[in-house]
C-alpha cells in the first residue's frame, strides 16, 4: 500500500493572520483562493512586493495595531479602536498620545511586570523541588 499525503492548504484569513497582515487589503488572489504550507512558507521567505507595502505600511489588523503600540487587542477596544490602521496613523497616535493610550500602556507595563514577578516565582519553586 502506498501512502498519498496531499498538501495541508488553509483558508487566506488563517494564512492573512500567520502573515500578520490585515486580510481585506490583500490582493483579491489571495482573498478568493487557498494557500499551501508551502506557498506560505514562500510568502513568508520571499515575501512579494504587496506583501512587503502591508507590512511597511498596512493597513494592520489589530494584534499588530495593539503589538505596534505596545498595547492589548482589549486595550485597543478600550480606547475606541476597532478598524485596522495604517503605519501613518499608528505613528500619529504613539505622537500624540492621548490619555487611553498612557493607561493602557502603564497597564500593559504592570501586567508584563506580574508576568515577570510570577514566572521568577515558579522557577524559584522548580529549583527547590529539584
Do not use: C
Amino acid at each position: 500500500m502506498t501512502s498519498h499525503q496531499s498538501a495541508q492548504t488553509m483558508k487566506p484569513a488563517t494564512a492573512a493572520k500567520k502573515l500578520g497582515v490585515y486580510l481585506e487589503a490583500t490582493p483579491a488572489e489571495f482573498r478568493d483562493g487557498t494557500v499551501s504550507r508551502t506557498e506560505l512558507n514562500a510568502l513568508q521567505a520571499d515575501p512579494p512586493e504587496w506583501l512587503q507595502e502591508l507590512r511597511r505600511s498596512g493597513p494592520h489588523p489589530r494584534p499588530v495595531v495593539a503589538a505596534k503600540l505596545g498595547i492589548s487587542i482589549s486595550g485597543l477596544a478600550r480606547g475606541g479602536i476597532t478598524e485596522p490602521l495604517t503605519t501613518e496613523q499608528i505613528d500619529a497616535l504613539k505622537q500624540d498620545e492621548p490619555e487611553w493610550l498612557r493607561k493602557e500602556r502603564a497597564t500593559q507595563a504592570e501586567v508584563r511586570k506580574e508576568t515577570a514577578r510570577l514566572k521568577a516565582r515558579d522557577t524559584a519553586r522548580t529549583e527547590q523541588e529539584d
